[in-house]
């Protein structure tokens, strides 16, 4: 397949060498004169490193150079099979590149832009062939990234979205055919885990440390949301989310915060400006302001348990040699376990006193992370001491009162938002699980997290949030209560109407 690409930038040299590689034959075209030239010169070092580190042997890296051709016009991409649009997140840039291009393929030639950001449909508007164009979007970097968007327009036909998806395939690439809307799938889908980081810190529960050590080590993400946003840049992140929000007509589950909007008001971009979330290159690791001040050599406290929980914290007490008594009106604290509320709520609940009750996150009890709650008015002291006496057992993080801890937080955030992107069909239920764990990197499908956890478990800590606080974020997705009520799993597709009997 001949294959062109038009931009060199990262993206372009990124798609480009990946085609090669895969055996095509490519064109590289740019609208600054040599830059293509210059991105071909840059490709050539990119395969010998692949060659180095035997990603590909050295004969390859010489075949794939050798496919791959700097052109000097877009018109000379006229005999190209498929050709790539890379150029700048533009909407007249865009349309200026096709109006040319239509002119001068082949009838049959599929037409892709490469957009993160606009609607393929608006693209599309501009072209006289809108039957042969569509969204390719690939995530940087292209080398690493497995995961391909693909987007039909609204008049793409079907020979053209099977031969993008063959083409994909062809680079060894997993493709997702993926509606067009605001964001299209990983992009949106990815908004969930950094908003809620955000709201859990502005609502004083956790710090930044925190909520990144929850996420990695009990949830198992490979970077915690500060650490990502840090990572990426606020300059990145902040106007993506912000755009998000205002193309989904202010949905409250895409809302971010002020600090987030400040840090990039003030140029804190994270490790490319040295202050982001963090400072670099040096990152604080001390004690957060949230944490509670631990004495040390201070006698364990007796502890009494209440709750629907109680056998459950009674046993996990005892595995890490803690007094229990039976007593709830003597102990010095009591435990208990709470899901989507706080631990006040949850003492109101329950009839324990809020100023000695102290909640224990069980979304995973034997977990790395130990994540004990405390609402005002307990005695730190007692506190202190409790989780001086359980890090002899496990690392413990001490957090203010909040509806839902960190770990439910963050993770209902996560499958909320999937259960809505399956509600409104941007993708098949098993092509979101497989865009977010490929295109995110998250540990599980969010659908299949739903799964593992439970989909009536879910609901239940999504309500206790939206009780607790009245936020239209927590509101719960229709996908994934039906489910919960149904018994079924989250990956399960709706009803299509019109469905013939003999095919459901």
């Not at 497995?146 to 793409?156: H, K, R, S, W």
């Amino acid at each position: 397949m001949r294959v062109g690409v038009v931009g060199a930038g990262v993206m372009g040299r990124g798609i480009a060498a990946a085609s090669a590689v895969a055996g095509h034959e490519v064109l590289l075209y740019d609208v600054i004169p040599g830059a293509a030239q210059t991105a071909l010169d840059e490709i050539e070092q990119g395969l010998a490193r692949w060659a180095s580190k035997g990603r590909i042997t050295e004969a390859e890296a010489v075949l794939a150079r050798g496919r791959l051709r700097a052109a000097g016009a877009l018109t000379e991409l006229s005999l190209c099979n498929i050709v790539v649009e890379a150029v700048v997140e533009s909407l007249e840039a865009k349309q200026q590149v096709f109006a040319v291009l239509e002119d001068n393929v082949g009838t049959d030639a599929i037409l892709a832009t490469n957009t993160s950001s606009l609607s393929v449909a608006a693209i599309a508007r501009g072209t006289a062939h809108p039957e042969r164009f569509l969204g390719m979007h690939f995530f940087n970097p292209v080398s690493a990234m497995d995961l391909v968007e693909i987007i039909p327009g609204p008049a793409t036909g079907s020979a053209i979205l099977a031969g993008a998806q063959a083409f994909v395939r062809s680079l060894g690439k997993t493709d997702v055919v993926v509606r067009d809307s605001p964001g299209f799938l990983v992009n949106l889908a990815g908004r969930a885990l950094a908003t809620e980081a955000l709201h859990i810190v502005q609502d004083g529960a956790a710090s930044f440390r925190q909520v990144d050590t929850v996420a990695r080590r009990n949830l198992g993400f490979p970077l915690g949301p500060f650490e990502l946003m840090d990572l990426t840049g606020m300059d990145v992140n902040y106007p993506v989310t912000a755009n998000l929000f205002e193309h989904n007509f202010a949905d409250d589950r895409l809302r971010s915060t002020w600090y987030h909007r400040w840090l990039f008001e003030a140029g804190m971009l994270g490790r490319k400006t040295g202050q982001g979330y963090y400072e670099y290159p040096e990152r604080k690791t001390g004690p957060s302001a949230q944490d509670v001040p631990e004495p040390s050599g201070t006698v364990v406290p007796a502890v009494a348990v209440a709750g629907e929980f109680a056998k459950l914290l009674r046993g996990w007490l005892s595995e890490r040699e803690v007094p229990v008594t039976n007593s709830v009106a003597d102990a010095e604290l009591c435990l208990v376990a709470a899901e989507g509320l706080d631990a006040s709520r949850t003492a109101a609940v329950l009839g324990t006193d809020p100023r000695r009750t102290v909640a224990l996150d069980l979304l995973d009890p034997e977990g790395p992370i130990t994540v004990l709650m405390v609402p005002p008015g307990v005695s730190s002291e007692a506190v202190g001491a409790l989780a001086e006496h359980l890090r002899r057992h496990q690392d413990v993080e001490v957090i203010a009162d909040t509806p839902g801890f960190i770990g439910q937080r963050l993770l209902a955030a996560v499958i909320n938002l999937a259960c809505d992107i399956a509600q409104r069909k941007i993708a098949a239920p098993a092509d979101i699980d497989t865009a977010v764990r490929l295109g995110l990197g998250y540990p599980r499908g969010p659908l299949a997290w739903a799964d593992h956890v439970g989909p009536k478990r879910i609901v239940r800590i999504l309500d206790g949030m939206f009780e607790a606080t009245r936020d239209p974020r927590y509101r719960c997705s229709p996908w994934l209560r039906r489910r919960a009520a149904a018994g079924l799993s989250c990956l399960e597709p709706d009803y299509e109407p019109g469905t013939p009997l003999s095919r459901l």
